[in-house]
């Protein structure tokens, strides 16, 4: 019997099934799982300190860890402060996620990182930062949806982030900006369906806000991007919404100015503060560094974030291709990554050392939303006839080069003297050459794999499947798509 409210639960769950939203998140949510490695777990080791330090003894601090892989003279990026004890250098939320992992693996299933480091540091890793990936997979798919009308476009934007970016290897590390994109993701989608929609009760203005505060307890870079985001969700400005979505933003940032708060000196005073980390403290403005920076992020065939990711080079002529019906979105995504940049541009630290140019992690779900004009139906226009084959060309290459980083390490030693494609290709396939200046771990594991791989394979069967009896259902572009607002001459709200 139907509910009270008028829903069919049961028809909904029907639904869910009966769509393939639900079979392509588990099918990117196994295949990320596949390329988490033990060799990612041990570069960053210092993530997976906290996790135990807060899962086992509650603690904030790193010091007392019964695991020798966890001794504190083998960690890096820490902060001894004067109350005597050793932090992270890190934002919390990432790892207070991956504590709540922990503890179920410890007391469900017997699991610990002393009596099985492998298999605990993966689960960790894959409940945390592949969960989160493949849920901006889901977020973005539902989006470029929306928004071209086809579910292939859908699939085919969100799979250039998930596995055509540094999001792919990125997954497979505990890290924070990674963990951090399903906040301002599921932000940024939630205030363009009620702006869509016209939806101005209070609730949906105030989830916006404690998502966006939740996000910058994860991660710190995404301030700009959350700047951009704020801007969307707020303006055109009206006191109640406002009101609600500030209400949001502080419930969801409590967390950090406690904590703040009570470790290191004050609400805001971050870590980075506390430490006087010069990486992020320290600016360095001129004309020389800026010009050093940008050749770092984009010309350096070594660093350039183009040379990971070919497929971002349709971006920029995907924003610029934006409908009209679409100018705030379009000057969210630009805002957001300008103003990324331009921290970027002055800030000591540059994330050398690892797999890309991780400090753009930020701008990429974004980025990648922007490839969706490409895909959109566009009645007398033939652009679609060399622009899709060039998008899955690019899209292609840039899986293959962010594939080296996922099987393989996100972090090594030099980007001066070796090529990266050279250093991460070689890695793979010990011996490596004398010399060569890259974490070298001859023997690592992929513990998920085994299941996993069986997993993706069911799951690409169902989700193929559903996408076939689909494709027999009229794609009619939705009400809210810009074809069906430009031909209603409808006005953005």
């Not at 579910?151 to 990125?170: E, N, W």
């Not at 500030?246 to 967390?255: E, S």
Request: hydrophobic share 50%.
């Amino acid at each position: 019997m139907p509910a009270a409210s008028g829903r069919d639960p049961a028809g909904g769950l029907r639904a869910v099934v009966r769509g393939e939203s639900l079979w392509l998140f588990l099918l990117v949510l196994a295949v990320l799982g596949c390329f988490v490695n033990t060799r990612n777990q041990v570069t960053w080791n210092l993530q997976h300190a906290w996790v135990e330090s807060l899962g086992e003894r509650g603690v904030m601090h790193l010091e007392g860890s019964p695991t020798p892989r966890f001794a504190l003279y083998r960690l890096v990026d820490v902060w001894t402060s004067p109350d005597g004890h050793t932090y992270a250098r890190n934002a919390p939320g990432t790892y207070f996620t991956g504590a709540a992992v922990y503890c179920v693996l410890q007391r469900a299933f017997g699991l610990s990182y002393l009596r099985d480091f492998d298999l605990t540091s993966t689960l960790v890793t894959f409940f945390t930062t592949c969960l989160s990936s493949a849920l901006v997979f889901l977020l973005l798919y539902r989006l470029a949806k929306q928004l071209t009308g086809s579910r292939l476009g859908g699939v085919c934007v969100a799979a250039a982030y998930s596995f055509g970016t540094l999001a792919f290897p990125y997954s497979g590390a505990l890290y924070q900006h990674q963990t951090a994109a399903v906040f301002f993701v599921a932000c940024f989608s939630l205030a363009y369906q009620r702006r869509r929609s016209g939806d101005e009760r209070w609730f949906r203005p105030a989830v916006e806000g404690l998502l966006l505060g939740l996000g910058a307890v994860y991660s710190f870079a995404y301030f700009p991007m959350g700047l951009s985001i704020a801007a969307y969700c707020l303006l055109p400005l009206a006191r109640k919404r406002s009101a609600w979505f500030l209400a949001g933003v502080a419930l969801g940032i409590a967390p950090l100015l406690v904590l703040n708060t009570l470790y290191y000196g004050g609400p805001l005073t971050t870590v980075y503060q506390a430490s006087r980390d010069y990486q992020v403290t320290t600016l360095d403005v001129s004309w020389a560094a800026i010009a050093r920076r940008l050749h770092f992020y984009f010309s350096d065939p070594t660093t350039g974030v183009f040379f990971y990711s070919p497929v971002l080079l349709l971006s920029l002529p995907g924003l610029l291709r934006f409908p009209r019906k679409l100018r705030r979105e379009q000057l969210t995504i630009a805002g957001g990554a300008l103003l990324t940049l331009s921290h970027l541009l002055v800030a000591s630290g540059i994330g050398a050392l690892q797999f890309g140019p991780r400090l753009l992690l930020p701008t990429l779900p974004f980025l990648a939303l922007a490839l969706f004009p490409f895909w959109m139906r566009e009645s007398g226009r033939n652009a679609s006839s060399w622009t899709r084959p060039a998008f899955v060309l690019l899209l292609v290459t840039s899986i293959a080069f962010c594939a080296l980083g996922a099987l393989g390490t996100t972090m090594f030693r030099d980007v001066a003297r070796w090529n990266a494609w050279y250093v991460y290709l070689r890695s793979l396939f010990p011996p490596v050459p004398e010399g060569m200046p890259v974490y070298n771990l001859p023997i690592y594991k992929f513990p998920l794999r085994h299941v996993l791989a069986w997993v993706s394979l069911g799951m690409g069967l169902v989700a193929a499947w559903r996408l076939l009896a689909l494709r027999q259902e009229p794609e009619t572009a939705p009400s809210d798509s810009p074809t069906a607002l430009a031909s209603s001459g409808g006005e953005n709200s």
